[in-house]
């Protein structure tokens, strides 16, 4: 018993890991994009563009992941896709071309792809149900550590060695720490899934779907889809205003005046309050209610996106860009807990599936059209075109039902 905890807890704390460079990289990538920008000359539309790429290439792995995993095993799978996504961030070193960079960026963002729903199903199969919920949590938690540190870390980086130099560098991290994964687990890369055939680790999906008369599971574990279409279009509309605010707010504070060696501290700051706002947002829902919440923090995201363009910086930006990071990410913790009466207790990670792979499409798709839009009416545009956006995102609101 012993032995399975501290298993489960290495995992844990590897897992973790990964998630740090996971999201770290796709953080800093909003970072490094106006230093590309400057550099290759490139449009706001070319420069959403890349955002879209990166996004794009996520979104389109994570479901092919899942199954893949089924065949290669998680660890082995995790190990590979974190050393995908490093090794394509070290060729953007010879990117000299809008071309090149945004092909690195697309073929790296197919090793992002498969984290996300590899690693959260990893790590729930080997935790005890009652810690299940607990061990997501926490590895949710060091993706957001990974969004403040590497953004600091890159806007260190990209004085000194500009933005080639600085992919490359953080590349470099992630490539030795999932060789070091690897390593570590080798065995289990060869012993773990041929056990798990014959004897399912207790919690993982075989244990709870193919049980004696259970039958082949079908669809994608929906059973209120009307609700359910409700929280992804929510989620829809708020994953491409935070993906199209965060690709451009870099260009926005190098406009309004802010040092360049001052960017990524205070993007991470902008980070720093996304995470507490994943973590606090959720906890008054049994109080407050999962609509009225929903509305209250998307009411407060729209006013954020209204303010930007007129915020001085100095510390009146110090002071607002951690509090609009909190409301600009803490809708999210929401909608995923709206989601769980949505959907089946068996299959719920399908569900889950469906809504993360929408929300990546948008998120991809949504700063190359507000890319348009900037090139169009100018960069404040943007901002105030996702506050109006998110006005769409209240009307959807008022169909949730109470909770």
Known sequence: MERKVSSARAHLGWCSVLHVVTDGYIASLSLLIPFIAVDLGLSYTQSGLLKTASHLAISTAQIPAGFLAEKTGEIFLLGLGTAWFSAGYIGLLFAFGFPATLAWI???????????????????????????????????????????????????????????????????????????????????????????????????????????????PRGWGIRDRKQFTLFSLIGM?????????????????????????????????????????????????????VKRLIFLTEFLMLAGCFALPSIPPGWSMLLFLPVFGFFLNGTSSILYIGLIPTLDEKLRSRGYAVFFTLNFLFAAISPYFFGLIGDGWGLPAIFYAAGLLMLAGLAIVGFLRKS
């Not at 470099?172 to 720490?177: D, M």
């Not at 994964?181 to 773990?192: A, G, N, S, Y």
């Not at 055939?197 to 919690?203: E, F, S, V």
């Not at 190098?254 to 959720?282: H, N, P, Y």
Request: aromatic share 8%; proline share 5%.
């Open 237 to 289: 509309v708020d994953i491409s205003i935070r993906s199209a605010v965060m690709a451009f707010l870099g260009f926005h504070l190098i406009q309004s005046g802010v040092r360049e060696d001052s960017v990524g501290w205070l993007l991470s700051l902008t980070f720093l309050g996304g995470a507490l706002g994943k973590l606090l947002c959720g906890m008054p829902v049994a109080r407050l209610g």
């Open 106 to 216: 697309l073929v790296s963002g197919i090793g992002g792809g498969v984290y996300h729903p590899v690693g959260t199903a990893f790590v729930s199969s080997v935790s005890t149900p009652e810690k299940a919920g607990s061990a997501v949590g926490i590895l949710n938690f060091f993706g957001d550590i990974g969004k403040v540190l590497f953004p600091a870390l890159a806007g260190i980086l990209v004085i000194q060695v500009g933005w080639r130099g600085t992919f490359a560098a953080l590349g470099g991290i992630g490539l030795i720490v999932s060789i070091i994964f690897l390593l570590t687990f080798r065995r289990e890369i060869h012993q773990r899934f041929p056990k798990r055939r014959d004897a399912p680790t207790h919690g993982s999906e075989p244990d709870r779907i193919s049980e004696p008369g259970a039958g082949n």
